[in-house]
């Protein structure tokens, strides 16, 4: 027989039928039987997926008990300490804020304490503190970011400065670099209360935030202008004062669109070229309607009162005359 | 109970019943620990014609059997029947192939493709390819030719193919029940396995089962199944003749066959008469015992007469020293088996299970399902076997270079 294997005709087994049945042309028990059959697949799979991951967390904490360890591993002390961070935190803070003896040995760490340490430093957002096996402690953190600053002081202690992150959390400000930190402007009309060891975050500084953010991106010549931000009227009459480095108060309303305000307010300041008479008041939280208060130029920055002009009456005077930073007090 | 061990179904649908066996196999061995019983509808000849009625009592029977048996089946072995079932014979020879004239693998696996490749008809699917013994040289091989050595290989195998709709049919009543087909077992090979032992297989025997739509018949030579065939007619018709003849319900008539029938004539006094019922109700009345016995003496060889037709030139008395075996439920005739032996011109007997079947299941009416349990793990562990052997790593490796 010469015939080629490959060139045979294909006979068709009844094997080629398909066995598939539509639910419909099945008995009750044949449905029934097929619906056990599903909810028995997926509890096999529920119950493998649940055993395998019991086998994963089993195996990470045989990973990281004691037990396992050996006895080597757990009398080294802690050679390095690593710090991994999103911030401007160094390794000296670290040292610092943990304090760790010089024997401590990395098993004998209390991980959730050393973590709350470093909580306790307002700046630190979050916190992580792993043992690198085998004397390594890397602690993962997640840093706060300045937005404004502000001058604080406590019963009769000298002010002190302050960070004030966007989300109101004030915290001492380690590791900054000083001109970006000269760049923040000073927060004012706030009071500040004590939390425990801490202070407590400042209500409606998201707000604030969000200004100084629409300001530093839209308008970055204004904003270098501004100096002290006053939140004393921000939660009555829902408005944010801001005193510039020329005198200018400029007043922003909460409920408005701060694109719109701004740059209502840059437009303002282009048309104002008389430097006879410069602008001394902006009141952008009326809506379409803004009054703007004329003066007179001040020799000295920031200096004497400015007179009325214009169709209105002049607003009072600049509210921190003479002084770069607002002093605030802490209570308790 | 071992990991290993499932829990098949064998299930014949037949046309008077449906019968549903539950065996627990072990890898290595089966025992059967459930059985159920259902009267059929929905199927003619072996059939199925009623879907939603062949389901219902399919799965009934299904159903009784796993209560039987308290645990579930993994699967069925199906018996197939029908008159759409044929066969034919087809072979192949090649020379083989080593410088040395050694039978190799290869070429056992070349002659079997070539012989099992044949075009069929569309719209046929194959259900069985039964090998007969190879030959090398002429020189018949009962077994494996490998290693033996000569220049020419041949083999011939009996293709049985059916009717794909018919088949698929009988497949979805099954999967009505959401059980997978995993074997699809002739009838005849199934009870031909059951009634008659290895050494008649090896002389040469033919196995009748005579069902009540159809009947199935196997020839076995040289140990293995030569011939095979189904002719649609079953009891049912001899129940079919004595209704038209005397003028009786279907009901009647089978009460009659049963009670009266025979396959050769034992009344010689043609007056004899015998009642219907034979209780004295309103109704019940007398016939001829000899006009009984006449239609089914007559049925009876007819339906005998048409297998050794079918069987033609494949059948001869002296390759069939095994003799004639009945079984089905219409061996349970009385003098089916001398009736075959006239007919056949050889002896004859009525087929029995084996000795370590279970006294429940030793009717005729059980040899199919018992059949198909055990030809179809038979045939599975053959499967399973080759198929471990053929995916050897070194046969793989041997291949692999054979081939560059």
Redo the contacts between chains.
Sequence with gaps: ?S?D?HT???????R??P???RPR???G???R??TM?VVRALMGACALALVSWGAWEMAAVLRESPDSMPDTAKADRVRSLVLVTDGVLDKNWLAKTLALSPNATLMGLDLENLRQKALDDAQVATAAVVRNFPDTLTVRISERSPVARMMAQSGGDAPKAFMVSRDGVVFAGTGFDAAMVETLPWLDGVRLTRSGKTLAPIEGMRAVSDLLATAKLEAEGLYRTWQVISLARLAADGEIEVHTRDGMKIIFGTKEDYLRQIARLDLLVDESTDPTRPLRSVNLALGSQVPVAYGTASPVLGGAPVSAAGAMEAPPTAAFPGISSPHIDIHL | MSSKTTFIGAVEIGTSKVTALVGEYTGREIVIIGCGECVSRGVIKGSVVDYRAATECTQNALEMAEKDANERIDHVYLAQTGGHLEGFYNEASLNVKAADNMVEMDDIRRVCELAKAKELPLGRMVVHNIRRPFRVDGRLVPTSPENLVGQKLEVGYWTVHGQEQRLADNIHVIRGFNLEVRELVLSSLASGHMVTSMEERQNGVLAIDIGAGTTDFVLYRNGVAHTTGVVAVGGGHFTNDISIGLRLTESQAEKLKLRFGRANIQSRDKSEKVWLDGNFSIGDRQFSRHAIESITAARAWELLEVVKRRLGQSYAAEACAGGIVITGGGAKLPAIAECAAQVFGVQARLGEAPSWVNENLRDPGFHTALGILYYGVSVQSDRATATRRKGGFLRNMTRLFAST
């Design positions: 027989m015939k294997i045979l005709p294909e006979t068709r087994s009844w080629e039928i066995q598939q049945v042309a099945m008995s028990e044949g449905r039987r097929l059959a």
